[in-house]
């Protein structure tokens, strides 16, 4: 089991034929991934990697019967691109690009609640099911199948963690980017829930960042629902208030953006919080009481 | 992207919100041939004269070593000279910019809002922003004109009233009739209010900003509603499809070494630390400050190198980190997924060399695809490098590094 992608899913590739959506295609391509097509609007007919491309989603969808997409689609062009998949009926949407206006994001959003679909992302490295699926920009070689799952809004950070599971011998069953933008599609709620109910995952790293309240809301949630060990890392400590770093989303406001703030309403909760991201992977064999 | 106030008015006028109007400056003859010209129209001789920085408190702060605030009614062309004179070339140092202080290059010349009149003129709060959990834009007001909102939330919530937006589509009226009533307004006041708020929504989700901040909005003693003030943030990823905002930007406002590391698409945001960091991914980029932090140093700076890091990035990234003196050691950290190490090696070595002398110990830990790789360049590359692969080992050598500068 494993949550959002697993080896039967059939993904397309809308921004197939551009540099990223290539190279990144590619790569997915060579892990396992069932990779049946992708989109450029215009190049529709063509055969790139080996792999139909079409003019639309719902050309790509009626014909390969794909049910999940990953955007690798300029930020001017990236919420259409999310649209059309959720009205081409999709039902996992992975936007991997980062930069989206915040009132595109605001529109698409509250369109896509009309479909049945659910949207990762955007500014996200993508969803990856160890050994089976990788829908995004993680590097494959770091993973190892095993039991625990991972939700982040950061990318290289995510790295980290899988890592060091991978080193502690406990592996992964999916790691969810779920981005660094100030909306995005799936929660951090949403995803440790997603986690939560997966019976082969064990165990949730939870990797947060300064900037709204995703991860307030999320303990709050882990402390009435809760059946595993979830270790929790929040990014920021040393952040300055009211200064953008580097993520759009990772930004100061007030006294309950912080990292601080964060981090005690987690503990709180009943979340194993590690103050260095060094050590995430031994707090979960501890967790678990394996260490 | 933060604006002026007078560019944050020169917004809301376009989209029909009334300011309290007035004339930008550079120079004290400026300032009083602007002085003469507003005194005229209004027939008033009352002027405002308003530094133009990019930090609040304005009004309280005070330029450093002169009896003057940022903020001054002024009542004669002399005086003004004089204010200008005191204000423009000079730093300003309110509670939001730190004591360093920010240089005044500009100053606002406003027109009398608070003249006599039938009704006693108030203030009120009204702002624009994104409700990030809600994913929606939120509209708040206050009576409370005036007062740091924060300051209001913490004491007297029951005094905010918030009103969420639909953005597909946009405010409704009975949402700017809601706000009006709860500020107790009526008549002429209270249409003027209604339209004040319907037009505000409309530069604020027009121009993609992140906030519009309009504290006070001033009720006059004839009944208009105005901007006497206008805190704006744009959303910088939309700026690409606003050139005539965009070209707002005023780079005198900003670090000089973060506009530098822009240049060379580096994301870079310079702190007060000793310990100078370069990082691929944001998430991480902070990750490596806190880690500085608790190895027994402060972070410098926050420098996200991206998924690209090369020789020119790395190098573009020294040169940068290093013109901070108050760096005294530098942590380069890379968890190279789709980079790969030996590749960043390879470049911190050719930067290390095209650099000539870094001065201070440089800590690499490169991890990933190529790792070991990556680590054998460094040792033998003969320089004064400590290599680590380990996130908990670099964290250790930080440490180590730190206490041999008897740090």
Redesign the interface.
């Known amino acids: 089991m494993s949550v959002l992608v697993n080896k039967n899913s059939k993904i397309i590739v809308q921004g197939f034929t551009g540099s990223e959506g290539t190279?990144h295609a590619q790569?997915m391509i060579e892990y396992g991934t069932n990779v049946v097509g992708g989109v450029t609007p215009g190049k529709g007919g063509q055969s790139h990697l080996d792999r139909p491309v079409f003019n639309t989603v719902a050309d790509a969808v009626n014909t390969t019967g794909a049910d999940v997409s990953i955007i690798f689609v300029p930020?001017?062009f990236a919420a259409d691109a999310i649209m059309e998949a959720a009205d081409a009926g999709i039902k996992v949407i992975v936007c991997i690009t980062e930069?989206?206006?915040?009132?595109d994001?605001?529109?698409a959003?509250?369109y896509i609640t009309t479909k049945d679909c659910r949207l990762i992302g955007p500014n996200c490295p993508g969803v990856m099911t160890a050994d089976e699926c990788k829908v995004g920009?993680?590097?494959g070689?770091?993973f190892k199948k095993g039991t625990i799952g991972i939700v982040?809004?950061?990318?290289?950070?995510?790295?980290?963690a899988v890592?060091?599971l991978t080193k502690a011998g406990l592996g992964q069953t999916t790691a969810i980017g779920i981005g660094?933008d100030?909306?995005i599609g799936t929660t951090t709620k949403e995803a440790v829930e997603l986690l939560m109910n997966d019976p082969e995952t064990e165990g949730i790293v939870m990797?947060g960042?300064?900037?709204?309240?995703?991860e307030a809301?999320a303990a709050y949630w882990i402390k009435a629902n809760g059946t595993k060990p979830v270790v929790g890392?929040i990014?920021?400590?040393?952040?300055?208030k009211g200064?953008?770093?580097?993520?759009?989303?990772?930004i100061i406001g007030?006294a309950d953006d912080t990292?601080a703030a964060k981090m005690r309403i987690m503990s709180e909760c009943g979340i194993f919080v590690v103050?260095?991201?060094?050590?995430i992977g031994e707090t979960m064999l501890k967790a678990l009481g394996r260490d | 992207m933060n604006i002026h106030e007078y560019q944050g008015k020169e917004i809301l006028k376009k989209y029909g919100v009334r300011i309290q109007d007035g004339i930008v400056v550079d120079t004290p003859e400026r300032a009083v041939e602007a002085y003469r010209s507003i005194a005229e129209r209004t027939g008033s001789k009352f002027v405002v004269v308003k530094s133009q920085i990019h930090a609040g408190g304005r009004g309280k702060g005070q330029i450093q070593g002169l009896e003057q605030r940022g903020v001054q009614v002024a009542k004669s062309p002399d005086q003004v000279r004089e204010i200008a004179t005191n204000l423009l070339g000079n730093v300003l140092v309110t509670h939001q910019t730190g004591p360093e202080g920010k240089k005044v290059n500009k100053i606002f010349l406003a027109e009398d809002a608070y003249y006599p009149g039938a009704s006693e003129p108030k203030e009120y709060y009204i702002s624009i922003l994104?409700d990030?959990?809600k994913?929606?834009?939120v509209i708040m007001a206050s009576t409370e004109g005036g007062m740091d909102i924060?300051e209001v939330a913490e004491h007297t919530p029951e005094k905010i009233i918030k009103e969420w937006v639909?953005?597909?589509v946009g405010l409704q009226g009975f949402q700017a009739r809601k706000i009006a009533f709860a500020f107790g307004l009526s008549g002429n006041a209270f249409k003027e209010m209604v339209k004040f708020i319907t037009s505000l929504y409309t530069a604020y989700?027009e121009s993609?900003a992140?906030m519009f901040e309009i504290n006070p909005v001033l009720k006059t003693s004839d009944d208009k509603i105005m901007a006497i003030d206008a805190k704006v943030n744009l959303?910088?990823?939309?700026l690409?499809?606003h050139p005539e905002l965009a070209i707002m930007r005023d780079t005198n406002e900003e670090d000089p070494l973060e506009v530098e590391a822009g240049e060379s698409n580096l994301?870079y945001?310079k702190?007060d630390?000793n310990v100078g960091c370069m990082?691929?991914?944001?998430?991480?980029?902070?990750?490596t400050?806190?880690?500085?932090?608790?190895s027994g140093g402060?972070?410098a700076n926050?420098l996200?190198v991206g998924g690209g890091a090369n020789a020119k990035t790395v190098e573009a990234g020294f040169r940068i980190i290093l013109k901070d003196p108050n760096v005294k050691a530098i942590l380069i950290n890379i968890?190279?997924?789709?980079v790969r190490c030996d590749r960043v090696a390879t470049g911190v070595v050719e930067a290390y060399k095209a650099i000539g002398n870094i001065p201070v110990p440089i800590i690499v830990r490169l991890?990933?695809?190529n790792a070991e790789e990556g680590a054998r360049i460094i040792n033998e590359s003969g320089l004064k490098v400590y290599s680590a692969i380990?996130?908990?080992e670099?964290?250790a050598k930080v440490t180590e590094v730190l206490k041999s500068l008897g740090l």
């Open positions: 190279f790569q930020p001017a930069g989206i206006p915040t009132k994001m605001m529109l959003k509250e920009i993680m590097p070689f770091i982040s809004k950061s990318g290289t950070l995510t790295y980290e890592d060091q660094g100030p909306i990797i960042e300064i900037g709204g309240s995703m809301d890392f990014a920021g400590q040393t952040a300055p200064r953008r770093m580097g993520h759009a989303g990772a007030g990292a103050e260095s991201p060094a050590l | 994104l990030r959990a994913g929606c834009p924060e639909d953005p597909r989700w993609d992140s959303d910088d990823n939309a690409i499809r994301n945001v702190l630390g990082v691929n991914g944001a998430g991480l980029a902070m990750g400050m806190d880690l500085i932090k608790l402060e972070p926050f996200d968890f190279g997924g789709i991890q990933g695809t380990e996130f908990k670099a964290a």
